[in-house]
């Protein structure tokens, strides 16, 4: 069965760098396109970033560009989220997740990691 | 970017009743439109995809109805599992995929 494992998130200072993964199993990563979604402490669910297949599309929220950067290794089945210039805003459960065909963007997340915490607090 | 608002944002039921939640966009997603659950504590959980079709696994008692611009997800007979928050999405316009800012189904 699908898995999606998040790890990586912690408590970092302001202006601070986070990486964080997702570790895929129960299904070909190597086709699908990725996703990140966060959730603030009380608040809604927030698309964060996407990227292609094959790493060569990537799109992102209007807060984190210029700040995170979604990246792939279809070796090692896993996506990444490198974060810099971390602001208190950023704070929230950052969870992968997966659209239900390979290769499309048109679609919604049928497969949810459990997310990662990310506290961003001097 | 198309902007997605539910109501209301709470809603109060009784186990064993009707619940109705609604979701509106910004403009035409089609049937586009994705309904999730999440319980406290746990992932997000697909329910409803394509505005009207039920996920794996989910139960009847659950159904989706809507296209274009107004959307709504009937509990048709609560259990207690179904306390939860609910949140819709579209995917017809991208990026950015949309959330609506959810509805916290909570016992009477």
């Known amino acids: 069965q699908v898995q999606l494992v998040e790890s990586g998130g912690a408590v970092v200072q302001p202006g601070g760098s986070l990486r964080l993964s997702c570790a895929a199993s129960?299904?070909?990563?190597?086709?699908?396109?990725m996703h990140w979604v966060r959730q603030a402490p009380g608040k809604g669910l927030e698309w964060v970033a996407s990227?292609?297949?094959?790493?060569?599309?990537?799109y992102y929220t209007d807060s984190v560009k210029g700040r995170f950067t979604i990246s792939r290794d279809n070796s090692k089945n896993t996506v990444y989220l490198q974060m810099i210039s971390l602001r208190a805003e950023d704070t929230a459960v950052y969870y992968c997740a997966k659209p239900p065909y390979s290769s499309v963007w048109s679609y919604y997340f049928d497969s949810w990691g459990q997310g990662t915490l990310v506290t961003v607090s001097s | 970017e198309i902007v997605m608002a539910q109501s209301p944002a709470t809603l109060s039921v009784s186990p064993g009743e009707r619940a109705t939640l609604s979701c509106r966009a910004s403009q035409s997603v089609s049937d586009n439109l994705a309904w999730y659950q999440q319980r406290p504590g746990q992932a997000p959980r697909l329910l409803i995809y394509g505005a009207s079709t039920r996920a794996t696994g989910v139960p009847a008692r659950f159904s989706g109805s809507g296209s274009g611009t107004e959307f709504t997800l009937t509990i048709s007979s609560l259990q207690s599992e179904d306390f939860a928050v609910y949140y819709c999405?579209?995917?017809?316009?991208?990026?950015?995929?949309?959330f609506g800012q959810g509805t916290k189904v909570e016992i009477k």
């Open positions: 999405q579209q995917y017809n316009n991208w990026p950015p995929w949309t």
């Open positions: 990227i292609r297949f094959d790493g060569s599309d990537k």
């Open positions: 129960g299904f070909t990563f190597s086709v699908y396109n």
